[in-house]
Nanobody, 121 residues
Framework: QVQLVESGGDLVQSGGSLRLSCALS????????IGWFRQAPGKEREGVAC????????YYADSVKGRFTISRDKTKNTVYLQMNNLKPEDTAVYYC??????????????WGQGTQVTVSS
């Protein structure tokens, strides 16, 4: 059974930090790219960051470059999103997903249920 479970979302003040986790079961990271996406109420889903399975390359949305870092722990079958210098506009439900895409969510087949990140001003 393929599952992705996000955790780590919280309420933080502007300038604070959070680390989100995406725990994978039913498959390994060997053949899947993992992406982080976010969606605020009334807005479209946005690609945030992804890490590839072949070259282990990372990619980021312009809005989070220099602030967010995606990483993987193959032993734990877990992907992380370290978020620093958080801003109110980062407030959203954050989802992790598995597939072979990039920051386009059409390339992802499996999705977690999301974790809420709220940044106060």
């Amino acid at each position: 059974q393929v599952q992705l479970v996000e955790s780590g979302g919280d309420l933080v003040q502007s300038g604070g930090s959070l680390r989100l986790s995406c725990a994978l079961s039913g498959f390994t990271l060997d053949y899947y790219a993992i992406g982080w996406f976010r969606q605020a109420p009334g807005k479209e889903r946005e690609g945030v960051a992804c890490i590839s399975s072949r070259q282990y390359s990372t990619y980021y949305a312009d809005s989070v470059k220099g602030r967010f870092t995606i990483s993987r722990d193959k032993t734990k079958n877990t992907v992380y999103l370290q978020m620093n210098n958080l801003k109110p506009e980062d407030t959203a439900v954050y989802y992790c997903a598995a597939g072979d895409g990039d920051l386009d969510d059409r390339g992802y087949d499996y999705w977690g249920q999301g974790t809420q990140v709220t940044v106060s001003s």
